[in-house]
Every structure is written in C-alpha cells, then in structure tokens.
C-alpha cells in the first residue's frame, strides 16, 4: 500500500514562495512517474505539474509555467514542487500523487491513482 505525505505548505504573501515535499513508501518510487494537484474551495482537483521516473521529463499546466518547478530525489523517495512568485488564485489544498503504472511516461490525469493527505497553500493579496 502506498503513503504519500505532503509537507511545506502555509501562508505567504503574493509574490512570495514556497517548497512543498511529498515523501513516499510502499512502492519502488524510482519506477513511477509523480505529480502534483491542487483543489481550491468548491472546485474540483486540477493538475499542476508530472515528472517522469528519472526526472528528466517535466510537463506543467499553463498557469504555473515559469513559476513552479517539480523535481524529484529517488534517493529519498521524495517529490518537491518549487512554487515561486505565488499569486492569490494559487491559494490551494496541494496535493501529490503517484502514476498508477510504472514505467509510464508521458501521464495525463488520469494515470495517477493514489494521492496524498494534501497541504494548505495560501497565498495572501
């Protein structure tokens, strides 16, 4: 059974940044690809951002191009999302998660198949 467990989210003024880490376990973590997804009030849970297995592929939503970066540690079994020049629409339950097939990449949304506990992002004006 896998675990992911999201950490580094809080409050931060527009403009501002932070780093949210997502440890893993129960799965040989190098072999999947993993991503990231955010969920604001009474909206549903959009992508943000994927990295493949070795971590030499990214793909990112538009909105955050430029801005965030994903990155991974296969030695720790950890997934990083680099989030800077925050704006208040990012202000977000945030979410990682883990493809539901090893060895597969590129993955859209619905290649993930377990996610998270999620961490409150909030990005103040």
């Known amino acids: 059974q896998v675990q992911l467990v999201e950490s580094g989210g809080g409050l931060v003024q527009a403009g501002g940044s932070l780093r949210l880490s997502c440890a893993a376990s129960g799965r040989t973590f190098s072999s999947y690809a993993m991503g990231w997804f955010r969920q604001a009030p009474g909206k549903e849970r959009d992508f943000v951002a994927a990295?493949?297995?070795?971590?030499?592929?990214?793909t990112y939503v538009n909105s955050v191009k430029g801005r965030f970066t994903i990155s991974r540690d296969n030695a720790k079994n950890t997934v990083y999302l680099q989030m800077n020049s925050l704006k208040p629409e990012d202000t977000s339950v945030y979410y990682c998660?883990?493809?539901?097939?090893?060895?597969?990449?590129?993955?859209?949304?619905?290649?993930?198949?377990?996610w998270g506990q999620g961490t409150q992002v909030t990005v103040s004006s």
């Open positions: 998660a883990i493809a539901r097939t090893s060895r597969v990449w590129p993955v859209g949304e619905a290649d993930f198949g377990s």
């Open positions: 990295i493949s297995r070795s971590g030499a592929s990214t």
